[in-house]
């Protein structure tokens, strides 16, 4: 088919028609007319010509170039579409090495073969531009609510027609026993948009947390002014949920305001949600008193933070125990995940039991190393004494300040202590050097002797071996596996090093070396983030 004067207005029209239908700029459809067209007519010519075709945007007149490009005396490699600045004087006054010589050839009549390989140049480019388009409008839009229609349903997956493209609800995000039926109206989050290969992938979700924190910010005014920030979210979803608040204005509150009049905001919130219970928590900075909030509705007695490994220990009433946990553990789980610590919950009893089995291994550690009656130990556990190296290296007078103490008593458990402290000190050298340890690491200061012997235990026994090591290897730690907190154990943590200590001792060990220069060291007194425990350790702390 010839382009005649009759259809040359056509192409514009259908280019626009094209570009109304599928939302994209007519002047894309028009270069893929013209892509689509310059291809006919290399068919027609020869593949090896360089022929381009320009469609007038007023009239709609194609017009078929020949382009041929100059290059340097020797450098042709495609006669029919370069030529030499020798030959390009007869055709140009000066030419130079990259002009053009531009001829117009006479347009195609494109057979039907022709005709129909144009046709899907232009579908498979119209194709691309709409795909750009959809994946432009929505990759802004990830962690915003959308409405959608449910077309149908694939594997457990929903496909939702959101307007401009599908989107995609997969089994895990949808709530559970939630049920969708074609041309049911649904709300959900845009959670990722991909830019694949079959085109732009929107994937929406129901289950994740920032679709309830979305959810609330549609219902309370006072989230979407940010005079209330909710600080953090953790779900069940389809069953209970937990969502931290905080006001900055005094005079609002966050718990209130989200719950609304009667009720009325958070159980918009829930019917959303098919009736998923939510705590609301007024957020707070101490962790301590955040943990209480968040494990409302039980009652908690005492809070014990360890930050180093990320854990807190919780003491309830013994009537409140089934209360904190929840059913299956749901609310403890939920408090852990609002708050990102790990959470162990004993009950008075169990706390007192473990403190009575604690008062009595430290007595009878005391009566064994000092050879003093069980009187005299429990009186040194009652007044604080955990260790014998407290014992044998206080100031005499704490010792002094206990009841019933004279400086004869204070100064013999002092040399009882001492005595022993140096008796296992030689016992844990003797056997460190029948296990192979080496003298550079028994020596190497900062190592008691009883952590050379496990070192030593762990095959590590030399200063080399040492260096080597990675802070988490040596002080123990934490990793994320699978949204789970997985504990390292360290070779030295039964000793109470820290990872700050560890770290430091291991780059010591390795300026002795000469491995590290110390001027390279920060300057600020710490050795910066030891690169050996990047590897498998990105969770660690």
Known sequence: MAITSANQLELLQTAEAVAREKMIDPELVVQAMEDSLARAAKSRYGSELDIRVKIDRKTGRATFTRVRTVVEDGAVENHHAQMTVREAKALLPDPKVGDEIREEVPPVDMGRIAAQSAKQVILQRVREAERDRQYEEFKDRVGTIINGVVKREEYGNLIVDVGRGEAILRRNDRIPRETHRPNDRIRALIKDVR??????????????????AALFKMEVPEIYDGIIEIKAVARDPGSRAKIAVISYDNSIDPVGACVGMRGSRVQAVVGELQGEKIDIIPWNEDQATFLVNALQPAEVSKVVIDEEAGRIEVVVPDDQLSLAIGRRG????????????????????????????????????????????????????????????????????????????????????????????????????????????????????????????????????????????????????????????????????????????????????????????????????????????????????
Not at 195 to 212: K, N, V, W
Not at 359 to 375: G, H, I, P
Not at 450 to 468: H, P, R
Not at 471 to 487: C, I, M, P, Y
Request: net charge negative.
């Open 195 to 212: 830019r694949e290969a079959r085109g732009p992938q929107i994937f929406l979700s129901r289950t994740a947390p920032e679709f309830m």
């Open 330 to 541: 749901q609310n403890v789980r939920l408090a852990s995940q609002l708050t990102g610590l790990d959470i162990d919950i004993m009950t008075e009893s169990d706390e007192s039991q473990r403190r009575q089995a604690e008062f009595a291994e430290r007595t009878r550690l005391f009566v064994e190393a000092l050879d003093v009656d069980e009187t005299l130990a429990q009186l040194l556990v009652a007044e604080g004494f955990t260790n014998l190296e407290e014992v044998a290296f206080v100031d005499i007078d704490e010792l002094l300040s206990i009841a019933g103490f004279d400086e004869d008593t204070a100064a013999e458990l002092q040399a009882r202590a001492q005595d022993y402290l140096a008796a296992q000190n030689a016992k844990a050298i003797e056997a460190a050097r029948a296990l192979g340890a080496d003298d550079s690491l028994i020596e190497f200061e900062g190592l008691t002797p009883q952590m050379v012997e496990a070192l030593a235990k762990a095959g590590i026994k030399t200063l080399e071996d040492f260096a080597t090591c990675a802070d988490w290897e040596l002080a123990g730690g934490w990793t994320t596996v699978n949204g789970q907190r997985v504990k390292d154990e360290g070779i030295l943590e039964k000793f109470d090093l820290s990872l700050e200590e560890a770290q430091h001792l291991v780059m010591t060990a390795r300026v002795l070396l000469g491995w590290v220069d110390p001027s390279a060291l920060s300057p600020d007194g710490g050795e910066g983030h030891d690169d050996a425990d990047d590897d498998g350790a990105e969770a660690r702390g």
